[in-house]
Nanobody, 121 residues
Framework: QVQLVESGGGLVQPGGSLRLSCRASGSIFSINAMGWYRQAPGKQRELVADITSGGSTSYADSVKGRFTISRGDAKSTVYLQMNSLKPEDTAAYYC???????????????WGQGTQVTVSS
């Protein structure tokens, strides 16, 4: 099994900052891309940012210049530094990882349980 556990969500005022963390554990041979998605009430889940095993990153236009995604040295952890937060950033944030469980297996997506981020005064 593979588990992704997120942490770091919470309530913050507009203009504030939060740092989300996600750690993958379990039966893992390697992890390719990791990313953060978010879903606000009544809206579809959307990609916020992702990062490849080589360190290449991409961001949604709405968060460029404000959010930074990074991976830990062990490559099984991904972070999302969120600065200059806006009320429209309010959503449940989900960690995603494309995991190979064995040398010969394909890569499959796994999801965390989500962490709530609320931006409000």
């Amino acid at each position: 099994q593979v588990q992704l556990v997120e942490s770091g969500g919470g309530l913050v005022q507009p203009g504030g900052s939060l740092r989300l963390s996600c750690r993958a554990s379990g039966s893992i041979f390697s992890i390719n891309a990791m990313g953060w998605y978010r879903q606000a009430p009544g809206k579809q889940r959307e990609l916020v940012a992702d990062i490849t095993s080589g360190g290449s990153t991409s961001y949604a236009d709405s968060v460029k210049g404000r959010f930074t995604i990074s991976r830990g040295d062990a490559k099984s952890t991904v972070y999302l530094q969120m600065n200059s937060l806006k009320p429209e950033d309010t959503a449940a944030y989900y960690c995603n990882a494309n995991v190979r469980r064995t040398y010969s297996s394909g890569s499959y997506p796994y999801w965390g349980q989500g962490t709530q981020v609320t931006v409000s005064s």
